[in-house]
């Protein structure tokens, strides 16, 4: 499996202007870490041409680097695509989706406990993002 990322792009107009594909705030595709600007990465299209001097993406995005979220090759409950950063919320609790140490987990909000997404997942459903939906971010309280 290619490894697909996403990006949040604030000014989504700058994506209509430029004619890269998105979907809200959000450019999908492949991540290309930058070498030559510290602080830029790139998420591209499909890629046009490949040589061994360059690569010629059929577009590209430049996002802040670090900023790639990346698809964790699971869906919700409802059959929608999880990636880093997500908000899921289950009958037992809210989280957000995280990647760290080769893995991803569910970081629970409000709590001290994490979970791998492994047995999570299929009981879950996406309800935001830390992007578009912060106000999901605190503590439930019932």
């Known amino acids: 499996?290619?490894?697909?990322?996403?990006?949040?792009?604030?000014?989504?107009?700058?994506?209509?202007?430029?004619?890269?594909?998105h979907k809200g705030h959000f450019?999908?595709?492949?991540?290309i870490k930058g070498k030559l600007n510290d602080d830029v990465d790139a998420i591209v299209g499909d890629l046009i041409e490949v040589t061994d001097e360059y690569v010629n993406p059929e577009w590209w995005c430049s996002i802040e680097k670090g900023s790639a979220e990346q698809f964790t090759g699971l869906?919700?409950?409802n059959g929608k695509e999880i990636y880093e950063d997500d908000v899921l919320e289950n009958p037992k609790y809210r989280s957000v989706v995280k990647f760290e140490s080769g893995s991803f987990y569910a970081d629970v909000?409000?709590?001290?406990?994490?979970?791998?997404?492994?047995?999570?997942?299929?009981?879950?459903v996406v309800i935001g993002n830390v992007h578009e939906n912060p106000e999901l971010l605190e503590a439930q309280h019932g």
């Open 1 to 21: 499996m290619v490894p697909k990322f996403r990006a949040y792009i604030r000014d989504a107009d700058d994506l209509d202007y430029n004619d890269i594909p």
């Open 27 to 31: 450019v999908y595709g492949s991540l």
């Open 75 to 77: 869906k919700d409950a």
């Open 109 to 124: 909000i409000g709590a001290a406990n994490r979970f791998t997404l492994a047995g999570e997942w299929q009981t879950s």
